[in-house]
Structures are given as structure tokens and as C-alpha cells.
């Protein structure tokens, strides 16, 4: 597994990240994740994540490989 990140965006106590995240099997794929963090008391509350999970979906249903996606 790697995690490369591209960017990060902060503003007060919110920041934005943009990585890749590149796996291995049984989900191998490269995926960018955008991330938006929420920080209070300099501990994240909060994070919500956003990224294309069709590579992962043989993880979840039993199918394997891009199948799971059709």
C-alpha cells in the first residue's frame, strides 16, 4: 500500500487533502481520495471521505475483479 498526497487546503479548523492511494490485492488499484478534516482542541472530530470505490467493490460482494463494477 502506498499513500502519496498531493495537496493539502486548510482554512480555521478545516483542511481538505487530496491523495493517492495505491493498494494491493485483493483490491488493486490506484484511487484519488479527497478528505475533509475537521479539527477542534487540536484532535480531529471528524473526517468525510470521498474517492471511486468501484475498484474495491469484489471486497464487498464476492465478485471478483471488474466485474463487481458492472
Request: net charge positive; no cysteine.
Given at each position: 500500500?502506498r499513500?502519496?498526497?498531493?495537496?493539502?487546503v486548510?482554512?480555521?479548523?478545516?483542511?481538505?487533502?487530496f491523495?493517492?492511494?495505491e493498494?494491493?490485492?485483493p483490491a488493486?488499484a490506484?484511487?484519488?481520495?479527497?478528505?475533509?478534516?475537521?479539527?477542534?482542541n487540536?484532535?480531529?472530530?471528524w473526517?468525510?471521505?470521498a474517492?471511486d470505490?468501484?475498484?474495491f467493490a469484489a471486497?464487498f460482494?464476492?465478485?471478483?475483479g471488474?466485474?463487481a463494477?458492472?
Amino acid at each position: 500500500m502506498r499513500l502519496d498526497v498531493k495537496t493539502i487546503v486548510a482554512q480555521g479548523n478545516e483542511a481538505a487533502i487530496f491523495f493517492e492511494l495505491e493498494t494491493t490485492a485483493p483490491a488493486a488499484a490506484t484511487t484519488l481520495v479527497a478528505e475533509w478534516h475537521k479539527v477542534s482542541n487540536g484532535k480531529i472530530q471528524w473526517v468525510r471521505s470521498a474517492f471511486d470505490g468501484r475498484p474495491f467493490a469484489a471486497m464487498f460482494t464476492g465478485a471478483k475483479g471488474s466485474e463487481a463494477a458492472r
